[in-house]
């Protein structure tokens, strides 16, 4: 069988993940917090200097605008890249468990109007675990509705054993009066 070679990947993507990994790294910091602060009060500071001037303003103005375009760009790749590394964490937990729903696992390319099916059967899943005395004993929808069904079966099998015994004691009751 002859292996598969690994995709060759793009220069410029891999020097793009690794700069935005950083640059989202530091501004995350307080020290990154702390010089945008600075950059705003020496800012403030200079509009007497400048008079207060439009030029003053547009100053600020553009270099936030800037700043800010850029940083979508930077923090959204980043954002990707976590959002990918959690969802293939979230579905080896699924797929390594026995009792977990297999549908699960990358629902993330379902459409907005396929999870909102999806999640009418959570809600489903929640009403009939409400149920439940023990909150770990449902684990599917299946095996949810599966027991709510038994458990339905056993009631009226248990009303009606009630209902016979209690028309046979009133029966003997009115018998012996």
């Known amino acids: 069988m002859a292996r598969r070679q690994p995709k060759k990947k793009n220069r410029f993507a891999v020097l793009f993940d690794r700069f935005s990994t950083k640059v989202t790294k530091a501004t995350g910091s307080p020290m990154a917090f702390l ?3 600075g950059v705003v009060i020496a800012w403030c500071v ?16 553009t270099g936030t605008t800037i700043v800010t375009f850029l940083m979508v760009f930077l923090i ?12 293939l964490k979230l579905n080896e937990l699924i797929a390594c468990n026995e009792k977990a729903s297999n549908r699960l696992i990358d629902i993330e390319d379902l459409t907005e109007d396929e999870l909102v099916v999806l999640k009418k059967f959570y809600v489903k899943l929640s009403t009939l675990s409400e149920k439940e005395e023990d909150i770990f004993c449902t684990h599917s929808i299946d095996e949810a509705e599966h027991l709510d ?14 209902k016979k015994a209690n028309g046979k004691d009133q029966h003997t009751a009115s018998k012996a009066s």
């Open 76 to 87: 959204q790749q980043s954002q990707n890249k976590d959002t990918i590394a959690l969802q």
């Open 46 to 61: 200079s509009g007497p200097l400048f008079h207060f001037s439009d030029t003053w303003q547009l100053v600020i103005n």
């Open 35 to 37: 010089l945008a602060l």
């Open 149 to 162: 069904d038994r458990k339905n079966s056993e009631n009226r099998k248990k009303r009606a054993s009630l």
